[in-house]
């Protein structure tokens, strides 16, 4: 039966179909030899919101801070279970296929006897069977006979979890479930089990699953930079391929979201079948979606050679993307990522009529108890809600509704009036909607008032503790962030209402580097500072927690040092372009855990030291260059004085001196 297992898999994946579009037509590539590089994370710190549409959030987080774990070390080393999660179309059913081949080469697991693999959307046909054997019986009929898995070492591998339909019933089992489906799969938990599925799946399963104590859980990343070279040099044609890493390198949201099968494939097309490469085509998140969107309709879905303005003109065409839009809208809006044709002809009256035409975007999961269907990646649904809502909802609207709080920023995006943009022929779907309603301008003036609400909770929290949480000063924090990348999505400027927002609201200006910023985010403020500061306006503070910087946050820094108020450096940074352009009111340098020679503390902060007003200092106790601190303060226009150093606080120059000179007399 073993060897039997292993042939079926050597010839059932041996070539797999590449993750790309159309979905419908893939290319067979030999799995062995050409497996491309994944990314594969520890996700144990990883807990997020059950809610899907944070996953696209998440995961530009993660891509920031994680540590590559080698695919020798988590199959080699037998785990009872590991479960696996990543964003849509990240490469889980790729690395679990790969992990199938490699058994069957005894490459991994060679103390399993059996291996067993099954989809989650073929299991929502058997609803009616309630043990492992009748489930093995029915998707092994050919390679098994009389078999009994109690007589054997057997590893069940689940792919597609988030598909399954009764998850909620298996989170929650009990013996009263009327699924037997359910049943037979809570069975398999008493064998080794690998289960895989997108992120808030797993973080629901993973409750279930707490008894296990050889337990990995593991997140896919994608591609790695490897990997996406790899792709760039197989897949594009090489008068392209420049063209295409040039174009990814100039866009943070293009350069995170290649690392993802579907959209690296999706901007290679593009790219490639363009003639002229509009720089604005992945500007911004929105604009990235808004070409994929477009390019797979006019592609894939419709198949013509149009230009996407004669294509809109079509009102069909239009209509098609205003069902797709709603469909996406009104089940976002609901948290549903399965969702059947009863649920959808509730607000699109003939679904029955132009079910097929909807294929690609949305997948059909055939069941004996019906068709199911869900979205083929959640960002794509999250941006054909936000498109729904720019054109059918009144900013009041948009505004009132909590779910669409993480559509705002691709809302906002939506009013980027660019001419070049293909933003435009997705703004005005519906005649009826006054275009010229400033949602931009509603949006950001209510993250700034949410973000004042924040801080007045916060400074009265002490009086009030039982009825706020503790976090506010995060929330703070969170609708500023939102607020910037709102406006960069924008792409606006510095215009009066946003001047007056601004001013009225009075936003705290705060810029942070720090190693949990994406670089999207960075993008974002740079972006947000460079119309800030052109508009005559002045930062309250730049703080500094980050010693290896990207280009993106060195230039940050450049920008806000042109005019800024306070600064706090938590650490030594060096690059020659640093240097303030005007007076600054408080420097704050703490390096109190880091020995710096004196030529470095010099090259770091000398420049900022000689344009401040006041300074507070920490250093760290066995640095040797006091005395030449000293006379760098003397020499400046210091006004104000705080230094700590071995213990002893200085806060004027006097004291400075006595401590140089005791110091001189005892050496």
């Known amino acids: 039966m073993c060897t039997a297992l292993k042939n079926y898999y050597r010839e059932s994946y041996g070539k797999i179909n590449e993750v790309q579009p159309p979905l419908k037509v893939p290319a067979n590539v030999d799995l062995m030899d050409n497996f491309v590089d994944l990314c594969i994370v520890d996700a144990v710190s990883t807990q997020m919101d059950f809610v899907f549409n944070f996953e696209r959030k998440k995961f530009l987080e993660k891509q920031m801070n994680y540590t590559p774990i080698p695919y020798s070390e988590i199959f080699m080393k037998e785990k009872s279970v590991i479960l696996l999660s990543g964003i849509a179309g990240i490469g889980k059913t790729w690395l679990l296929r790969k992990c199938l081949l490699d058994w069957s080469n005894d490459l991994i697991w060679k103390n399993v006897e059996l291996v067993f693999y099954m989809e989650c959307r073929k299991l929502n046909q058997y609803q009616n069977i309630s043990n492992i054997n009748e489930l093995l019986s029915v998707f092994y009929k050919d390679v098994l006979n009389d078999f009994s898995i109690s007589n054997h070492s057997a590893l069940f591998i689940i792919d597609g979890l988030d598909e399954f339909k009764y998850l909620n019933e298996l989170i929650n089992c009990s013996s009263s479930c009327n699924y037997p489906i359910v049943n037979a799969l809570t069975e398999v938990q008493k064998y080794k089990y690998v289960v895989a599925g997108r992120v808030y799946a797993i973080d629901q399963y993973q409750s279930i699953s707490t008894e296990h104590s050889n337990k990995l859980t593991i997140q896919i990343m994608g591609f790695n930079q490897k990997g996406i070279h790899n792709y760039i040099e197989n897949k594009v044609i090489d008068e392209k391929k420049d063209v295409v890493k040039e174009t990814l390198n ?108 909807l294929f690609g975007f949305i997948e059909k999961i055939e069941t004996n108890q019906g068709c199911y269907y869900q979205f083929a990646h959640l960002t794509i649904m999250e941006f054909c809600a936000s498109v729904y809502a720019y054109n059918y909802l009144s900013r009041e609207e948009i505004i009132a509704n909590k779910k669409l709080e993480s559509c705002l920023s691709m809302i906002c995006g939506l009013s980027n009036i660019c001419q070049n943009s293909l933003l435009k022929f997705l703004v005005n779907l519906n005649p009826l909607k006054n275009c010229s309603e400033k949602v931009l301008y509603s949006i950001l003036d209510r993250l700034l ?98 010693n290896i910087l990207s280009d993106e946050e060195k230039n940050l820094i450049i920008q806000c040092s042109t005019n800024v108020r306070d600064v706090h450096f938590y650490c030594p940074i060096k690059f020659e372009e640093c240097k303030p ?9 703490n390096i109190s855990s880091y020995l710096i020679t004196k030529k470095d503390f010099e090259e770091n902060f000398l420049s900022w030291i000689k344009l401040c007003n006041g300074l507070i200092l920490a250093l760290h106790e066995d640095i040797d260059f006091f005395e030449e601190i000293f006379e760098w303060i003397r020499c400046s226009n210091i006004k104000k004085l705080s230094i700590f150093y071995r213990g002893k606080y200085f806060d004027n120059l006097d004291k400075l001196k006595n401590f140089i000179t005791e110091k001189s007399l005892i050496s």
Not at 319 to 347: D, G, H, P, R, W
Not at 581 to 589: G, H, M, P, R, V
């Open 250 to 357: 100039s866009s943070s949201i293009a350069k995170a979201m290649a690392s993802v099968p579907f959209y690296l494939c999706s901007m290679c097309k593009i790219i490639s079948d363009s003639k002229e490469m509009n720089k604005n085509s992945f500007l911004t998140m929105t604009n990235l979606y808004a070409s994929i969107f477009l390019y797979f309709f006019q592609n894939h879905i419709i198949k013509t050679n149009k230009l996407i303005n004669k294509i809109i003109e079509d009102d069909s065409n239009k209509k098609y993307i205003l069902n797709i839009c709603k469909i996406a809208y009104e089940l976002f809006v609901e948290n549903k990522v399965i969702f059947s044709e009863e649920e959808i002809q509730t607000f699109i009256i003939d679904f029955d009529k132009i079910e097929t035409n």
């Open 581 to 589: 352009k005007n007076k600054i009111e408080w420097l704050s340098i």
């Open 449 to 546: 008032e949410l973000s004042r609400q924040t801080n007045y909770l916060n400074t009265y929290y002490d009086y009030y503790e039982h009825y706020y949480k503790p976090n506010n000063d995060l929330l703070e924090t969170y609708y500023i962030n939102l607020f910037i990348e709102c406006f960069y999505e924008s792409q606006s400027s510095f215009t009066d209402e946003i001047k007056f927002i601004v001013d009225e609201r009075k936003l705290w200006r705060e810029i942070s580097i720090n190693n949990g910023k994406t670089f999207y985010e960075t993008s974002c403020k740079n972006y947000f500072v460079n119309h800030y500061i052109k508009s005559g306006r002045k930062l309250s503070e730049l703080r500094v927690h980050k």
